[in-house]
């Protein structure tokens, strides 16, 4: 009996996508533009975590998850910042996985539901569908046949690793994972933080690349190709929806770190040199850092010019002028 081979079948675009992503890899990886951006990486990070949590119905913003990796005190439903501090954990142990490796496999799932799932890091024992919304988009395979579809896959995976293009590899794992749906919560989380780990394999500038917020925005076709996966018997058009996404993505990445090349003022640079990362300052602080004493002359030619870049941020964005406002390096 041969070794399992997903279905899937190469096409015209699946091929123009890979070139596509290569090419942006390849002036990424050159220029090691992501390297000497700590804000960036982090940043990227950040925006990694929150996407792939809101996918799952997670409510806190942006702010609050950024609030919870650094340590800082949240409001908020205690499941729901859980669930944050979880997938930090996993997504700072990119590095280590194997990503053929079951035992692998069920303790990373056990660190992203770490007091959030009573069966964390265990196969499902019961049925399970896939869902959008209130619509079912399929009816998972029984829990029997989960354990020897997974040894299937990961066998797969470390059989093909390196005859299989990764960024092909990466999708159709994604889109096999999600149909066998071995967990009974987390999968989305799983599979989503498997491509990573795949593609970082193959690139390591991956581990920064917020993948996860273009899935976020894309969530319905997200499901839609699921679907039409499932109806076809292959996972030809998640691939390529996947292609897409990762494109879209590294396209935006190197748009940011464009915008931060040219875009940086000598006084935004002042600014960001005297500010220690994840330090709040109030603008009392940062005018006395800098010498100033006209406030309209921070606002103009600091405060404004960094935040627009996204290179610091409020504490309190919804109120611009509080007294409680202060600033952080990103």
Known sequence: M????????????????????????GRLT????????????RNNRIRSIHSSLRIEANSLSLNEVRDVINGHAVWGDRKEIQEIKNAY????????????SLEQLKEMHGIMTRQTVESAGSFRCSNEGVFSGDKCIFVAPPPNMVNGLMKDLL????????????LIMAAVFHYEFVFIHPFADGNGR????WYTVILSRWRSVFKYIPLESQIERFQEQYYEAIAECHANGNSNAFIEFMLDMTDRTLAEVTAQINKSNTGVSEYVKRLLNLMEFDVPYTSNEIMERLGLKSKEALRKNYLNPAIELG????????????????????
């Open 2 to 25: 041969g070794s399992y081979i997903p279905p899937y079948a190469i096409s015209e675009r699946m091929l123009e996508l890979v070139s596509s992503i290569s090419e942006k890899v």
């Open 190 to 193: 799983m599979a989503r933080l």
């Open 311 to 330: 290179l610091i941020r409020m504490t309190l964005p919804d109120k611009p002028s509080s007294k409680n406002q202060r600033y952080v390096k990103l």
């Open 89 to 100: 954990a996993a997504y700072e142990r990119i590095s280590e996985i194997d990503p053929s």
């Open 30 to 41: 050159v220029y090691k533009e992501l390297d000497s951006r700590p804000h960036l990486r």
């Open 155 to 166: 066998s797969w995976v470390k059989e093909f690793e390196g005859k299989v293009h990764p």
